[in-house]
Each structure stands twice: as structure tokens, then as C-alpha cells.
């Protein structure tokens, strides 16, 4: 068995037919329909129940998938540790909430000093990101401090005040409570705290609307559609433009710190050692 038959044998489950698994790999379809024979005749057992739409796997192929899955990270882990670590190289995945205003900082001052790595970057709500480094599709993501799991390490990165903005039409606190609240989806720190304050004041929204991208929900505030809670360095430009009017909430909803999170058990590649030095460098 070679790992470029696990390898084979995982993207045909993840895309389910053989022409897309060859189309990545470049290879004919023959060359990976071989593999996978060669793959199920070595294991004794067929991996793939094959019909009309494709490919789905069969129970014994849902077993071997998750012994692929670790084999494969294992490997790429193997790699990793024999980086110089000086020179650090290879791909870093980080997923990040959309509000980390020092974040192009940090990304700029990395990747012109390690340029043989090969950074992505992902957005999501930090319930979301969280499952996602625990799942081991991100190596590590900037999210709102939270009770994480067990499993995941954090670094500080920097604190930051929440504040509730309307309209500048809007100029009490009390005169939100019945205006639509504008947020990420479930799972977002910020939309967490909000619902606490409301929570805590028996008081219930009277409608949730929710958006895509932070910059939508801005214009959308602006315009008057509803209110939103944010950090006030992302929107500072906004006040002082008079766009918007910000409120503010006692310091246990609006207090945050935003964090950059791992997995504790996985091996510190020198790409992602570097990574949380530049972190800490822009910190200062």
C-alpha cells in the first residue's frame, strides 16, 4: 500500500466520481480506477459502492477513510518537522473572524519575511473556525476568546471594545430595543455577547437579520435598517464621520479579546512557529 493510493482513494471519496479525482491529479481515469482495485483487492473488501451519479463509499470505505485522514495528516506532519527552521516553507491555512483590524499587519510583515510559505487565509464566525482547527482543516484562526476545547491552545493577540452603533438618528439607548439586530450567523463571539446583554435584561430582540460580511452590515446600519454590535476600531471612521452613532454597553459584554487559537497536540511546524512570533511582534 502506498500513500498515493490513500491519497487517491480520499479525493475519490471527497468528490465522488472518478473524472473529478483524475482531473486533480492529472492522471487518466484509468490510472485511478486501477488504483482503487489495486487498493481494494490489497484490503480484500470493496471500498466503493459504484452507480449512475458516481461513487459513494461503502461502510468498510467510511473506516478506511478515517485511518486515511489521520495516516495522511501524519505524514504531512512528518514533512513539516524536518523543515530548517529557519527558512520555514509549505502551505499555512488560517481562519480568521472578519473584524481583526491588525490582521493585515500581521499578514504583510509575515509574508514578506517567510516567502517560500504558502499562505491561505479563510473567514467564518468563531464557532465555526474553532471546529475547524479542532478538525485539523486549519492550522490555526484569530477568533473571539471564548470556554474553547480542551484540545486547543491560545495566544492573545489584542483587546478590544464592542459597541453597539445605530443610525445617527438614534441618540438613547433605549430607543434600540425595538430595531432589527444585523449579525454574522450563530456561532459569532460578538452576536454571543449581544444576546447576553438582552439575555440578562429579559429582553428579547425583535428581529435578527443575518449577513454575510461585515462591510454590508455597516451600510445596512447606516442606512437605518437596524443596529449591530461591533468593535469600535472597525467602524471609528464611521463615528468620526458622523455615518453612525455608537452606544456603549457595561464592560462584561463589551471587553473582548480577540485570540489566535491551535490545536495543543499537534507538532509546532516552524511555519506556524513563525507565525505566532510575528503575532507577538505586532502586539507590541
Known amino acids: 500500500m502506498e500513500f498515493k493510493d490513500l491519497e487517491i482513494f480520499q479525493r475519490v471519496a471527497e468528490k465522488g466520481t472518478i473524472t473529478e479525482a483524475a482531473k486533480e491529479f492529472r492522471y487518466v481515469q484509468s490510472n485511478i480506477t486501477s488504483r482503487i482495485q489495486k487498493l481494494e483487492t490489497e484490503l480484500n473488501t470493496p471500498l466503493f459502492n459504484r452507480h449512475r451519479r458516481g461513487m459513494s463509499l461503502t461502510p468498510e470505505g467510511k473506516k478506511l477513510l478515517t485511518y486515511c485522514e489521520k495516516i495522511l495528516r501524519l ?126 435584561h429579559n429582553k428579547t430582540p425583535q428581529k435578527i437579520m443575518e449577513f454575510g460580511t461585515l462591510e454590508t452590515i455597516l451600510r445596512s446600519v447606516a442606512m437605518g435598517l437596524g443596529i449591530t454590535f461591533v468593535p469600535r476600531s472597525a467602524v471609528s471612521h464611521m463615528e468620526q464621520s458622523g455615518l453612525i452613532r455608537c452606544h456603549l454597553l457595561p464592560d462584561q459584554y463589551s471587553k473582548i479579546k480577540t485570540v489566535f487559537i491551535r490545536r495543543a497536540d499537534t507538532y509546532l511546524t516552524s511555519s506556524i512557529e513563525k507565525f505566532i512570533e510575528t503575532i507577538e511582534m505586532n502586539k507590541q
Open 75 to 200: 505524514t504531512d506532519e512528518m514533512k513539516k518537522a524536518v523543515q530548517s527552521k529557519d527558512e520555514p516553507h509549505g502551505k499555512l491555512e488560517i481562519g480568521t473572524v472578519e473584524t481583526v483590524i491588525r490582521l493585515p499587519q500581521i499578514l504583510s510583515t509575515y509574508i514578506k519575511k517567510y516567502k517560500n510559505v504558502d499562505l491561505s487565509l479563510y473567514t467564518g464566525v468563531t464557532e465555526n473556525l474553532e471546529q475547524d482547527v479542532l478538525n485539523h482543516k486549519l492550522d490555526g484562526a484569530f477568533v473571539t476568546e471564548s470556554k474553547f476545547h480542551s484540545d486547543l491552545v491560545s495566544h492573545e493577540v489584542f483587546q478590544e471594545e464592542l459597541v453597539l452603533i445605530s443610525d445617527n438618528s438614534v441618540s438613547k439607548l433605549e430607543e434600540l430595543e425595538g430595531l432589527p439586530i444585523l449579525c454574522f450567523s450563530e456561532g459569532c463571539g460578538y452576536r454571543s455577547r449581544l444576546s447576553a446583554w438582552y439575555k440578562d
